[in-house]
């Protein structure tokens, strides 16, 4: 038989009853909810309980360091950096993703925390704590039994802590806070818009000021939901949910919820197809994230709803990386998970009149805002694995608020002395949940304890042998560093980044050849990975095999156009070739990279010397000294120009001792190249005596430190001294010049 609905009966609906409150066996939620509403000022005492539960059980990541891309998401990102990086952030394609609220909240803080990553792991913790106030008015407003517990189940929960601990997760944390931002005006909008058209059936009808507060709530939704997509997209599905509430409210989905529906479809395949193109284009590349068929995704995705229910209702065994499914789609029982999850909503779906409307609508939400993470889409993580712990952060409220509803419903009291064991035992269970958030975070202190504690979980982790080898590379031991990524791709050979790694140890360890082959391995695997193209390159050219080693530079900065030290490289190789007007244009390219570098400044301006541009040369050289007055080497190389350039104009006999002199004094004078140049200066300054005094001096270091070559021209230029002429570099061998960068 069918329920009755609302016009037929005259009576109210299921929702208007809990809201109008019931009988005396009203659930102890219910009965706790309708205590609050009678005294409206005490609705604070919740929020702030909700606050400080949330903050006592994140104790832990006050404390917490950065891990895994913390550092090149945040602290390094040179877009965060950057002054501009925040005009970056919304209209170019520089970064790997489209999240450009989240990046532009990350790039203002950083001005602010810098490098400490207290502030980061703060800010977090409060948006969670923030998002879990919110929630509970959410559920208060559908009239959801046990909203309060809801709310703090969810902040409570340990599956949690990945998007909380985790600094690169503020994408989460603050898309949450204005989703449900969004969902709590839009239900606002929603109830003055039905009591606007029940009002409208009276004499006087809705007044214009209730419909103009229709229209603020409404857009006020709209735009927190762009928001929301705009710190991270994972919240797309939420125009499907306004329709399903609509639809578990009133029974029925009405033409004015499609029409008010359509402006949070159409920015949602906005930002989503924007967001889309980055992760395939940027964060992705030309990289092979997942070969399975259309089938295998299918059954996955079955697999990976029953998954995270279980880790739900029991999150025990978190782990930052589970091991990757590896599901066959021409397998029947590999269907079975989704078939049985396809009768639990047919199950419901019998029973909507009845129990099955919440639970219908619990499942069905979260299914909803799991589908970016079925696996039906690429995302650079299913590399890695194809679940993780914060893909359900949004999907976790709608089995949470089932199991609150559960809970709060089943315990119907007929005496009042009855209130303290449900509480007692309601109590229990958050106190738990908040002890394994505790413990949840403290694998979240260092990158150490992060990556051993993946492995603990899973053993088979290649990501994670990686990363634990990177953290014993960072601390000087090679050794243990060594033996993490030999592991590491022992378990996947095919890790190019697993390559690179152990091969910049072995290089460090000076096993050359052994490190070669390691990086000939990575970019076999990844043709596009500049920095072991870079690598390899760096050790051929040591070697004395320059002519193999420039293919490899050429294609690291195909790659990377702005990779500096590949340019650098590869300029001086043509240079040594010949090449001189293309090794400069490399050798330029390096200054627009880092214009403030002082060291590129003073070896393009000793090309440039060789080359007779001289005037150029020297505004390099002192814009070399200008970024860094400590640079012994660039004193010299301008004293030097000044001293013997061919050309009149430029040279400066007076300003050239100076120089030298500073060049002398910064290397506490055990240079016999400096001294040289100060000889030099003395003798366009035509104070012969003292360029020779100096030479002559210059030369007795120059032989105790065996530089025969330096000693014979030294010797000629006293000559020189001594008939009362001046050095003129006329052929500009850079045995001076060149030689000071």
């Not at 965060?80 to 520089?94: M, N, V």
Request: hydrophobic share 50%; charged share 20%; net charge positive.
């Amino acid at each position: 038989m069918k329920r009755p609905n609302r016009r037929q009966t005259g009576k109210p609906a299921r929702s208007d009853l809990r809201e109008l409150g019931g009988g005396p066996e009203r659930p102890l939620a219910e009965r706790m909810a309708g205590l609050l509403r009678t005294v409206p000022r005490q609705t604070w005492l919740i929020a702030l309980l909700l606050m400080s539960g949330t903050i006592i059980a994140y104790l832990p990541v006050w404390h917490a360091g950065l891990i895994w891309d913390d550092r090149s998401f945040v602290v390094d990102n040179p877009l965060i950096r950057a002054a501009d990086g925040w005009y970056r952030f919304w209209f170019t394609t520089q970064p790997e993703d489209y999240y450009p609220v989240t990046s532009t909240m990350l790039w203002a803080e950083w001005r602010v925390w810098g490098t400490d990553p207290v502030g980061y792991h703060v800010v977090n913790v409060l948006l969670h704590a923030f998002s879990a106030v919110v929630l509970w008015r959410v559920l208060e407003r559908l009239n959801v039994p046990g909203s309060w517990l809801a709310a703090a189940l969810f902040a409570l929960h340990p599956v949690n802590v990945e998007s909380v601990a985790w600094i690169t997760q503020r994408k989460n944390t603050l898309a949450m806070f204005f989703y449900l931002l969004s969902l709590l005006w839009y239900l606002r909008f929603d109830l003055a818009r039905h009591s606007s058209a029940l009002s409208a059936g009276r004499a006087n009808g809705p007044g214009p000021g209730t419909i103009g507060l229709q229209s603020r709530w409404y857009w006020l939704s709209l735009a927190a939901f762009v928001l929301a997509l705009l710190s991270k997209t994972a919240v797309a599905p939420m125009p499907l949910l306004l329709l399903g509430l609509a639809w578990w409210r009133r029974n029925r989905v009405e033409r004015r919820d499609l029409w008010h529906s359509l402006p949070f479809w159409a920015v949602a395949v906005a930002v989503g197809l924007i967001s889309l193109w980055f992760q395939s284009h940027r964060a992705i590349g030309s990289d092979i994230v997942r070969t399975d068929s259309f089938w295998a995704r299918l059954a996955g995705a079955g697999w990976a709803v029953w998954f995270y229910l279980y880790k739900a209702a029991l999150p025990f065994g978190l782990s930052p990386i589970y091991p990757r499914w590896e599901i066959d789609g021409g397998q029947l029982w590999s269907y079975v998970p989704g078939l049985l999850l396809l009768g639990g909503f047919l199950a419901c779906w019998r029973y909507r009149r009845s129990w099955g409307q919440g639970a219908l609508v619990s499942l069905g939400y979260f299914v909803v805002m799991l589908l970016p993470v079925l696996g039906f889409l690429d995302i650079g993580f299913m590399w890695v694995s194809l679940l993780a712990d914060h893909w359900q952060y949004f999907a976790i409220i709608g089995p949470i608020s089932l199991a609150a509803a559960a809970l709060t419903t089943s315990s119907r009291l007929p005496k009042t002395r009855q209130l303290f064991p449900a509480v007692a035992m309601l109590g229990v269970l958050l106190v738990v949940l908040g002890v394994l958030t505790w413990r949840q975070c403290k694998i979240y202190f260092y990158p150490g304890t992060f990556w051993q504690a993946t492995l603990t979980a899973n053993p088979g982790s290649w990501s994670a042998e990686n990363g634990l080898g990177n953290v014993f590379f960072e601390q000087g031991q090679l050794d243990e560093a060594i033996a993490h990524f030999q592991k590491a791709v022992e378990l996947k050979p095919d890790f190019s980044t697993a390559h690179y790694n152990l091969a910049g140890c072995l290089r460090k360890k000076g096993r050359v050849d052994e490190a070669m082959a390691h990086f000939q391995k990575a970019v076999e695997i990844q043709p596009n990975y500049s920095s072991a193209h870079f690598y390899l390159g760096e050790i051929l050219r040591e070697k004395g095999r320059g002519n193999e080693a420039i293919p490899h530079f050429k294609r690291a900065v195909e790659i990377h156009p702005d990779f500096a030290e590949a340019h650098k490289s590869l300029g001086f190789l043509l240079l040594g070739k010949g090449q001189v007007d293309e090794a400069l244009v490399h050798l330029r390219k390096v200054l627009e990279i880092r214009p403030n570098d002082a060291a590129d400044h003073n070896n393009l301006a000793s090309v440039l010397w060789q080359e007779g541009q001289v005037r150029e040369a020297i505004a390099h050289y002192q814009r070399a000294i200008e970024i860094d007055p400590g640079f012994a080497a660039a004193w010299a190389s301008l004293a030097w120009a000044l001293a013997t350039s061919p050309e009149a104009s430029v040279r400066n006999g007076g300003r050239a001792i100076a120089l030298a002199k500073e060049a002398q004094r910064l290397s506490d004078g055990s240079n016999p190249k400096f001294l040289a140049t100060l000889a030099a200066a003395f003798a366009e300054a035509r104070r012969f005596a003292e360029a020779i005094e100096t030479a002559t001096a210059a030369l007795q270091l120059a032989t105790a430190q065996h530089r025969t070559a330096l000693a014979n021209l030294l010797r000629a230029q006293i000559a020189l001294y001594q008939k009362g002429s001046p050095y003129r570099d006329t052929d500009r061998e850079g045995d001076y010049a060149s030689a000071h960068k």
